[in-house]
């Protein structure tokens, strides 16, 4: 695509005469945004750039190798691995006020990014894979008065702090450029595809208290859900689809027991940018085999509902 190459083109240029031959260091999340992001500053400027990947002990059932494995596999970008997953655990633990959860991941994750950072010595830029929609929703609200609707993690606060320079080569653009930046930089499909992931992680997919074993369902039941959409072929006609455990137990019957166990939500939307989003309109059966395999398989939860709210009036993430 011509103008795609065209911005890859006139983005690299811009990255070298921004950084000059400065040092760089790239929070990476396993998302589409920061590894095209990493992808298209280490064509600018090789190995000054360094990855931090921050592990918080908030990511979905066996993302963090798989995110490691494929950048391993994939790219020769220096990256530095920090499992922290204790403390972000310990510091959420019992916290039910989203965006307190928001501001204490935000916090924590600035301390252990400046601690790695200072590992890359003498850095002086920063990078982000901040979008257009992050850099407005967190102003404003599309045609709205000026709110805060959530406090996005990985814009502001970070460069001010460490006193860095921020490189943000993707803040003109909306997700589906950036994946297609991402095919013409070559990522593979498979990559460029998966369904955006928040920064703050499974925090915002636990409403009301996070506590390790939420945690732990919660995780089991998103594997089966995502299961269910691959096997029926659906999850790239899906922007985001995860499981939200609830903050309530309910109870069931199961055998000739009954049970008292966590009901949980499942969502998945259609949405071209995130800014709006519409449910996705899964068949019955569907619905109804996902729900018997999750209380089936995961111990813990014996009540599925499908979440049917639309962005307005709802936000895609449940916190
Ligand atoms: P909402 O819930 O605001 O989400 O409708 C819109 C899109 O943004 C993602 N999201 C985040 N991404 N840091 C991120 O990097 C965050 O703090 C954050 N909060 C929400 C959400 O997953 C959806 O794709």
């Known amino acids: 695509d011509w103008t795609m190459g065209a911005y890859r083109a006139e983005a690299v240029a811009k990255i070298r005469e921004q950084v000059g031959d400065a040092k760089v260091i790239c929070g990476l999340s396993g998302g589409v945004d920061s590894s095209v992001a990493a992808v298209l500053i280490h064509e600018a400027i090789g190995d000054q750039l360094t990855c931090v990947f921050v592990d918080h002990g908030l990511l979905r059932q066996g993302e963090a190798d798989e995110v490691l494995t494929m950048f391993r596999d994939h790219y020769n970008i220096p990256l530095i691995h920090a499992d922290e997953s204790e403390l972000f655990l310990s510091a959420l633990d019992?916290?039910?006020?989203?965006?307190?959860?928001?501001?204490?991941?935000?916090?924590?994750?600035?301390?252990?990014?400046?601690?790695?950072?200072?590992?890359?010595?003498?850095?002086?830029?920063?990078?982000?894979?901040?979008?257009?929609?992050?850099?407005?929703?967190?102003?404003?609200?599309?045609?709205?008065?000026?709110?805060?609707?959530?406090?996005?993690?990985?814009?502001?606060?970070?460069?001010?702090?460490?006193?860095?320079?921020?490189?943000?080569?993707?803040?003109?653009?909306?997700?589906?450029?950036?994946?297609?930046?991402?095919?013409?930089?070559?990522?593979?499909?498979?990559?460029?595809?998966?369904?955006?992931?928040?920064?703050?992680?499974?925090?915002?997919?636990?409403?009301?208290?996070?506590?390790?074993?939420?945690?732990?369902?919660?995780?089991?039941?998103?594997?089966?859900?995502?299961?269910?959409?691959?096997?029926?072929?659906?999850?790239?006609?899906?922007?985001?689809?995860?499981?939200?455990?609830?903050?309530?137990?309910?109870?069931?019957?199961?055998g000739d027991g009954r049970t008292y166990d966590f009901a949980c939500a499942l969502r998945a939307v259609t949405s071209v940018d995130g800014m709006t989003a519409d449910y996705y309109p899964f068949s019955h059966d569907f619905l109804g085999e996902t729900a018997t395999r999750i209380i089936n398989e995961v111990p813990g939860i014996n009540r599925v509902t499908y979440d049917i709210t639309s962005k307005p009036p709802g936000t895609i993430e449940w916190e």
Not at 141 to 150: D, E, L, R
Not at 157 to 185: A, I, S, T
Not at 191 to 218: M, N, V
Request: proline share 7%; hydrophobic share 35%.
């Open 94 to 254: 019992g916290e039910s006020d989203p965006e307190r959860k928001r501001k204490t991941i935000g916090r924590l994750f600035i301390d252990v990014f400046q601690k790695h950072a200072g590992e890359v010595g003498g850095a002086e830029f920063l990078a982000q894979g901040t979008l257009y929609p992050d850099v407005i929703e967190s102003v404003s609200f599309s045609g709205g008065p000026s709110v805060t609707i959530k406090s996005h993690h990985n814009v502001g606060g970070l460069p001010e702090k460490m006193g860095l320079k921020l490189v943000e080569p993707l803040r003109e653009l909306f997700k589906d450029e950036v994946r297609e930046l991402g095919r013409e930089l070559g990522l593979p499909d498979r990559f460029i595809g998966r369904h955006p992931f928040p920064g703050p992680g499974l925090a915002i997919r636990c409403p009301g208290e996070i506590t390790r074993e939420k945690l732990e369902i919660l995780r089991r039941a998103d594997a089966v859900y995502l299961d269910q959409i691959r096997k029926h072929g659906l999850y790239d006609e899906i922007w985001q689809a995860f499981v939200a455990i609830l903050p309530v137990r309910t109870v069931g019957v199961m």
